[in-house]
């Protein structure tokens, strides 16, 4: 009793010390709720995978749960909207690094800014927890990720062969530097 007792007590205690708090956000006109990813949605992120990378799953489910348990500071929330899961985003910090490590927008719901939104709390959290830099891997093939990721201020470093075990592309590994607010 006391030992599922203090697990509660855990994972209360790590709610509550999230960097935000679920809430309505507008995007482009557009009302969506943004709130932290849980077990319930693993199901929901892999048919969102499925729907943008064309029916193949990059993440598995157990990938999903290990990520958002993960004792390492992190940050895994989703925009959904009318209780649709509509983008997600992934990141962990690692030394002064924040690296994102899966992010997915619907494609009903892109081009509408939420890779954006999604990206810019990321970017809150990282310096929030003094991080110096945010990075990411994109495949090769999507250009239009690419310059998404330039125009928020990322550039590549260097290309990481065969990244993508499936089908062995090569990966672009980006990296953002940090300014502190002033």
Same mark, same amino acid.
């Given at each position: ?19 935000? &708090?679920?809430? @309505?956000?507008?995007?482009?006109? /557009? ?15 892999? !048919?969102?995978?499925?729907?943008? #990378? ?20 992190? %940050?895994?929330?989703?925009?959904? #909207?009318? &209780?649709?899961? !509509? ?14 490590? @899966?992010?997915?927008?619907?494609? %009903?719901? /892109?081009?509408? *800014?939420? *890779? ?36 928020? *201020?990322?550039? *590549? /470093?260097?290309?990481?062969?065969? #990244?993508?075990?499936? @089908? ?12 502190? &607010?002033?």
């Amino acid at each position: 009793m006391l030992k599922k007792f203090s697990g509660l007590l855990r994972t209360v205690i790590k709610r509550k010390s999230q960097p935000f &708090e679920a809430r @309505n956000v507008s995007i482009k006109g /557009q009302e969506y709720f943004l709130r932290s990813i849980t077990d319930y949605d693993i199901k929901e992120l892999i !048919a969102l995978e499925k729907d943008v #990378y064309l029916g193949e799953v990059p993440w598995t489910k157990s990938a999903f749960l290990t990520e958002i348990h993960s004792p390492i500071p992190h %940050l895994y929330i989703c925009l959904t #909207y009318k &209780e649709e899961l !509509a983008a997600f985003i992934g990141a962990r910090v690692v030394g002064n690094d924040a690296h994102i490590t @899966n992010v997915a927008v619907k494609r %009903l719901f /892109q081009d509408r *800014g939420l *890779g954006t939104f999604l990206i810019d709390e990321v970017e809150k959290f990282a310096i929030m927890k003094s991080c110096v830099t945010m990075s990411l891997e994109v495949r090769i093939s999507n250009k239009d990720a690419q310059r998404l990721y330039r125009r928020l *201020g990322f550039e *590549g /470093q260097k290309i990481r062969r065969n #990244y993508y075990t499936e @089908n062995n592309e090569d990966a672009l590994e980006m990296v953002k530097p940090l300014e502190e &607010e002033k």
